[in-house]
């Protein structure tokens, strides 16, 4: 798929910085609020670039989390075309770099979509039940980080301290930890109502933890990532995406490293 204009957004919590590129190079750059008339603000200065064409641009940009939200929701609404990719493979893609700020990095990712515009994977929102599935699902993860951050200490200082300042420390922590286990157990909740009001994610979820040593959390996560086993359909792309699957460390003959596994993974998936 062939674009005339390929648009690198640098996506900020506050500001967006804009760059069009196409086969003369750099055209423009643009910066707004990361906000709807921000968004509304850009594209009407857009139509100003010599041949432009809405229905042939394509809007790259790195994953950010919620700071994407505004972009990619009024950006679907309008059906234009987005491809929304990692940033680490945009800086390799790079090669060496020295510098960085918002305007550049706009002008680097806008070039990174027009040098590989033969590999472009096109974004497709997923359905209002996984985004809350996943909303709920990082909720419950910060809560049993909080739990443990509460807890470990006084379980692990419990034989080395005197045991009345013990008790003490256990006391004053009691009521927060309850009421820590118990906001995850009503979000625990939520997410099994989800699933089980859901047709589609009720099968999945059966499939999946119907699997030795696959439980709920497990099964949650798997759905979410993989955008209901569409994203990701190929078994070895999941492990690699994981972060479990080995890699050789080797060249020549003098280099013999060990196999390993990658940093780069999804790490609250792999845990």
Same mark, same amino acid.
């Given at each position: 798929?062939?674009?005339?204009?390929? /648009?690198?957004?640098? $996506?900020?919590?506050?500001?967006?910085?804009?760059?069009?590129? *196409?086969? =003369?190079?750099?055209?423009?750059?643009?910066?707004?609020?990361? %906000?709807?008339? &921000?968004?509304?603000?850009?594209?009407?200065?857009?139509?100003?670039?010599?041949?432009?064409?809405?229905?042939?641009?394509?809007?790259?940009?790195?994953?950010?989390? /919620?700071?994407?939200?505004?972009?990619?929701?009024? !950006?679907?609404?309008?059906?234009?075309?987005?491809? !929304?990719?990692?940033?680490?493979?945009?800086?390799?893609?790079?090669?060496?770099?020295?510098?960085?700020?918002?305007?550049?990095?706009?002008?680097?990712?806008?070039?990174?979509?027009?040098?590989?515009?033969?590999?472009?994977?096109?974004?497709?929102?997923?359905?209002?039940? $996984?985004?809350?599935?996943?909303?709920?699902?990082?909720?419950? =993860?910060?809560?049993?980080?909080?739990?443990?951050?509460?807890?470990?200490?006084?379980?692990?200082?419990?034989?080395?301290?005197?045991?009345? !300042?013990?008790?003490?420390?256990?006391?004053?922590?009691?009521?927060?930890?309850?009421?820590?286990?118990?906001?995850?157990?009503?979000?625990?909740?939520?997410?099994?109502?989800? /699933?089980?009001?859901?047709?589609?994610?009720?099968?999945?979820?059966?499939? /999946?933890?119907?699997?030795?040593?696959? &439980?709920? %959390?497990?099964?949650?996560?798997?759905?979410?990532?993989? *955008?209901?086993?569409?994203?990701? %359909?190929?078994?070895? =792309?999941?492990?690699?995406?994981? &972060?479990?699957?080995?890699?050789?460390?080797?060249? &020549? %003959?003098?280099?013999?490293?060990?196999?390993?596994?990658?940093? =780069?993974?999804?790490?609250?998936?792999?845990?």
């Amino acid at each position: 798929m062939d674009f005339l204009h390929y /648009i690198g957004i640098d $996506i900020a919590k506050a500001t967006l910085d804009w760059a069009v590129y *196409n086969r =003369q190079g750099s055209l423009l750059h643009l910066h707004t609020p990361n %906000t709807v008339a &921000g968004i509304k603000l850009a594209l009407r200065q857009l139509k100003s670039v010599p041949g432009w064409d809405i229905t042939q641009v394509v809007f790259c940009m790195e994953h950010t989390g /919620i700071y994407n939200a505004h972009l990619l929701e009024f !950006l679907h609404k309008l059906r234009l075309p987005i491809w !929304l990719e990692s940033s680490l493979q945009i800086k390799q893609a790079g090669g060496m770099q020295r510098g960085k700020n918002d305007t550049v990095d706009a002008y680097r990712i806008a070039e990174y979509a027009y040098r590989f515009r033969d590999q472009i994977r096109l974004w497709q929102p997923p359905r209002p039940v $996984i985004q809350q599935l996943a909303f709920l699902s990082a909720a419950r =993860q910060r809560l049993i980080q909080a739990y443990n951050l509460l807890a470990g200490p006084l379980a692990e200082q419990d034989s080395f301290i005197n045991p009345l !300042l013990q008790k003490q420390l256990q006391r004053s922590s009691r009521k927060s930890l309850i009421a820590l286990k118990d906001e995850q157990k009503a979000i625990e909740q939520q997410i099994n109502k989800l /699933i089980q009001n859901d047709g589609r994610l009720k099968e999945l979820f059966e499939w /999946i933890v119907s699997v030795p040593g696959i &439980g709920s %959390t497990t099964a949650t996560e798997i759905i979410v990532v993989t *955008n209901e086993m569409t994203t990701i %359909t190929d078994p070895k =792309q999941m492990a690699c995406h994981a &972060g479990v699957a080995p890699f050789e460390y080797r060249s &020549g %003959t003098s280099i013999r490293g060990k196999t390993r596994v990658s940093h =780069q993974a999804r790490k609250r998936l792999k845990a």
